[in-house]
């Protein structure tokens, strides 16, 4: 899951297409004139047909478009980038979408935070006892007696 | 946030809606008549309309209706609730939703991570110094020399 990567701004790729004449995909999907003024063409570049597909099955185009206008202009590539990122989750898990991924993370942060708490014990234990028949008991068995 | 807890199935609180005769939250808010095969009624309990009204705002009731068919019945209260949380995810944070969540995830694992490696790094040195001198330098200093 890249999620930084994928919300990267790129203001090049906004040029080149508000440039092109095609339609955006968000018109080209919607069978629609594409006007200069169109809300989705920055974000929806023709040549990305799927990510718009994907946020038109999932929150339909209309209420894409209510979020779009809610944000600020700045905002709007990444509003769309992270509905594209929980379209497609949806589409490969329609029962958790991303909130499987945020479950998943969940589990790895206590599993974690459990075994560097387990360290941390280690490194106390091991620097109490200077060392001594340190490694006679697990790392992570946390009674002293 | 509570994932875990947000998507516990509950079916006493299924059945005994399917015996209420008022009507579930979302045929209320779609101001339409609640029968007994509606797809919503065991999902949208009459005392929770803001469960539907975000699904509804984000998602749509015809998407929200749509992914309901696509899985199945004990899959169902599931992918409601997993809907619900994005939505509130959304409607919060209209730019990120619960794709920020993901990135603070993300980025506390990779923190974590990084900790758990200077601690098991400290613990290598302590046992090859014998506890020796280890403690004068900081704990996340990886330069042996």
Redesign the interface.
């Known amino acids: 899951?890249e999620?930084?990567h994928s919300?990267l701004v790129s203001h090049d790729k906004i040029e080149i297409m508000m440039a092109s004449n095609s339609p955006c995909a968000a018109c080209k999907f919607l069978r629609r004139k594409c006007n200069q003024d169109c809300i989705f063409a920055p974000y929806f570049p023709p040549e990305e047909p799927h990510k718009f597909a994907n946020v038109h099955?999932?929150?339909?185009a209309?209420?894409v478009s209510k979020?779009l206008n809610?944000?600020l202009p700045h905002?709007r590539e990444?509003?769309v980038n992270?509905?594209a990122?929980?379209a497609e989750a949806?589409i490969k898990d329609?029962?958790?979408?991303?909130?499987?991924?945020?479950?998943v993370?969940?589990r790895?942060?206590i599993r974690?935070?459990k075994?560097?708490d387990a360290?941390?014990a280690?490194?106390i234990r091991?620097?109490t006892n200077?060392?001594s028949s340190?490694?006679n008991y697990p790392s992570n068995w946390n009674n002293d007696s």
């Open positions: 899951m999620v930084a919300l099955k999932i929150f339909g209309s209420n979020i809610e944000v905002q990444d509003a992270s509905l990122y929980e949806r329609p029962v958790y979408g991303c909130v499987g991924a945020i479950s993370l969940q790895q942060l974690l935070q075994e560097l360290t941390n280690d490194l091991f620097s200077q060392g340190f490694f």
